[in-house]
């Protein structure tokens, strides 16, 4: 078994994360500028190209409660949710869902894999300069997953930092980056594609997060 702590923020860290800690629905330029009317080189914005086929593609990377399929195989989650009530107003029915890992969500939207993402992901400068987010839509905060009683006492970035804990992080997420900001060296951070991953590691190896 395992606890769960959130990380201990102090007004500073709030201060500096506030804007690096909401999420939106991503989308590709083209699907912007249909909203504005815009078309692309081929005339046709991308859309146009949707409503008459009754569904965009979405990404998706399979992580509950943000964006998942059902055990029916339906796309569904917090950031599809979201997603589908806006396109069926653009006059887009339905989400094509298409699954793949987390840190492969940003390429395959730049590779034209799928149309936008519906995921729980944080809006940072960096992906700023790569992808156009929509407005935020939730606020959300971190979490350590540590073994039962916390015999390492990690309570937040630092401890980490402090301890030779090893840490896993979801690859493509911005928890990676902020640990090895934070001092934790590379050798001590473990990637995984996905949530699931991270808890069945965790679990047989005693990662702490």
């Not at 815009?38 to 992580?63: C, P, W």
Request: aromatic content about 6%; charged content about 15%; overall charge neutral.
């Amino acid at each position: 078994m395992y606890d769960i702590l959130r990380e201990q923020i102090n007004r500073r860290t709030f201060i500096e994360r506030t804007t690096l800690t909401v999420a939106g629905i991503v989308m590709t330029p083209a699907v912007l500028a249909g909203c504005g009317g815009s078309t692309s080189t081929s005339g046709e914005s991308l859309l146009d190209q949707a409503r008459k086929a009754g569904y965009i593609r979405v990404g998706f990377a399979n992580e509950a409660p943000y964006g998942y399929a059902d055990s029916s195989g339906k796309l569904t989650g917090e950031a599809p949710i979201v997603a589908g009530a806006i396109m069926k107003k653009l006059g887009v029915p339905s989400l094509q869902g298409v699954l793949t890992e987390f840190g492969a969500l940003i390429p395959g939207l730049t590779a034209n894999r799928f149309d936008i993402i519906a995921a729980g992901m944080f809006i940072t400068p960096q992906r700023c300069n790569a992808i156009l987010f929509s407005n935020p839509d939730y606020l959300a905060t971190e979490a350590l997953a540590v073994k039962a009683g916390n015999p390492h006492n990690l309570t937040d970035y630092q401890s980490l930092a402090n301890s030779q804990a090893v840490v896993g992080a979801e690859s493509g997420a911005v928890e990676g980056p902020w640990l090895a900001q934070s001092g934790v060296s590379s050798s001590r951070i473990q990637h995984f594609p996905d949530g699931p991953t991270g808890i069945s590691r965790r679990e047989a190896t005693g990662t702490s997060k």
